[in-house]
């Protein structure tokens, strides 16, 4: 099978990998890149993403190392660039709500609408304007930019989840339902034990994930194939309500489990170490009846849901069934921006030779950012081979006194896209016998 850009990643971009444009701070896009050998769709350049940032043939994106930055480039738009001077709404890839945009193109949609208006009939080339950078998809990349076809898990609830719920290298996870895939990509990544060599038999980790919507089953089961993420999540298409969360009539022995339902309490009797009948009273004579859980180690769940009363019913059946622990969370995200603050009376200097000395300062720093800038443009790499900027990379030599960089200040910023719902845990511990009791001791035997 394909390496999966997500877990086995190549240092430069190459053609047919998805990668995740940053248009600016909080703003994704996905795109699968391609080589064109001529003029398609009216580029003379080929294939070519169009963002209000600029126009971005595929041909400037490809064998460029992963967190680039790439500038626009002047296209050939030919029929495209003379409709847009008709008046016609601009092509694919122009998000037109893109309000606190870091780019460095004032306004760009209005300036390369009015620099097409003002285009002589005859010339088809648009002119450049912004940056974008391109970005190796990861778990979190993909939240933030994925085709939404239902509420989805947000990074800091995911990110807590998996911790939680002890998802390492090798744990087999249940998942249901998958949705849209944002938790899928993020705990394939936590279970995946084939590093370095990866094969698909190589991760015993594995996420058995379930989706009784038909279409967005296919779907899944489409990005699972496209990410090369065949040999670690496994797709069902089920109502586990109705139908639990075997394999083909054998256990996946799960010890983690996930579930992202609107009645989690209506698919928990499927997930006991025995046969129950829901209201909870055992079943033992049942005959065949086969648990999909490790029945070797602990198992640990979490579910997730919006309103008070899911919770509820959900921890009132997992009492019946015998889950200890049983804990609710919710996660309040906040982002803060940390920064250095020159403004305020608390930086200012107490006298003329200190003001002088911060003045020389802020030169000798002025004349080593343009000194380093001339170098970027040389291309300098880092060890990643990511283009570093100039601030950065003089960050760590500056000897700058530490009064003249301001105070440190901190501001609350705009919320992270966070789907606020309830998480509740429960641990549902092995079941111990005499049998295991003399297992135990003949693994490890005691004082002997
Ligand atoms: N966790 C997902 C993500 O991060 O993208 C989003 C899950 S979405 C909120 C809930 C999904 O559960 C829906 O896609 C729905 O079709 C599916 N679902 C609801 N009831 C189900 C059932 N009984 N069996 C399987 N899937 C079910």
Redesign the pocket.
């Known amino acids: 099978s394909k390496p999966s850009p997500f877990l086995q990643p190549r240092s430069k971009t190459a053609p047919n990998d998805l990668a995740i444009i940053s248009l600016s701070k909080d703003h994704f896009q996905q795109v699968t890149l391609r080589q064109s050998a001529g003029a398609i769709d009216g580029y003379a350049e080929g294939i070519t993403l169009n963002t209000r940032f600029g126009s971005f043939p595929h041909s400037t994106l490809l064998d460029i190392p992963w967190g680039s930055q790439v500038r626009a480039s002047n296209v050939d738009t030919g029929s495209r660039g003379r409709k847009r001077r008709r008046g016609e709404a601009e092509g694919e890839g122009t998000p037109s709500s893109l309000a606190d945009d870091e780019n460095d193109s004032p306004a760009p949609a209005a300036a390369a609408a009015a620099a097409a208006a003002a285009a002589p009939v005859k010339q088809a080339t648009t002119a450049a304007s912004g940056f974008i950078y391109v970005l190796r998809p990861t778990p979190e990349l993909w939240t933030s930019s994925l085709p939404h076809?239902?509420?989805?898990?947000y990074t800091p609830d995911y990110s807590y989840i998996l911790q939680r719920i002890r998802a390492r290298p090798g744990t087999r996870i249940i998942?249901?339902?998958?949705?849209?895939?944002?938790?899928?990509h993020a705990s394939a990544r936590a279970v995946y034990d084939g590093y370095p060599a990866p094969s698909e038999s190589a991760s015993r980790g594995k996420v058995f994930s379930?989706?009784?919507?038909e279409p967005?089953y296919q779907k899944m089961q489409e990005e699972i194939r496209d990410h090369g993420l065949e040999g670690i999540v496994h797709i069902s298409h089920?109502?586990?309500?109705?139908d639990g969360f075997l394999i083909d009539g054998q256990s996946p022995k799960v010890s983690a489990i996930f579930l992202?339902?609107?009645a989690p309490w209506r698919?928990l009797h499927h997930l006991s170490r025995r046969k129950t009948l829901r209201g909870g009273s055992l079943d033992e004579g049942h005959e065949g009846w086969m648990s999909p859980l490790d029945p070797e180690q602990s198992v640990y769940i979490c579910t997730?849901s919006p309103c008070i009363e899911q919770v509820t019913r959900t921890v009132t059946e997992l009492r019946t069934l015998g889950w200890t622990d049983i804990d609710m969370v919710e996660i309040a995200h906040k982002r803060f921006n940390v920064m250095r603050d020159r403004a305020g009376p608390s930086t200012a200097p107490a006298n003329v030779a200190q003001a002088m000395e911060k003045l020389k300062g802020d030169l000798k720093r002025t004349q080593e950012f343009h000194k380093a800038q001339k170098a970027a443009a040389a291309n300098e790499m880092d060890v990643d081979g990511a283009t570093l900027s100039a601030e950065c990379r003089d960050s760590g030599r500056s000897e700058a006194p530490a009064w003249s960089k301001g105070q440190i200040v901190h501001r609350p910023e705009n919320e992270f896209k966070t789907h606020t719902s309830y998480l509740v845990f429960a641990i549902l511990p092995r079941e111990w016998d005499e049998a295991a009791e003399a297992a135990a001791a003949a693994k490890w035997p005691c004082g002997k």
């Open positions: 076809r239902t509420q989805v898990v998942e249901a339902g998958a949705g849209s895939g944002s938790f899928t379930f989706e009784f919507h967005r089920r109502d586990v309500y109705q992202d339902l609107p698919a997730f």
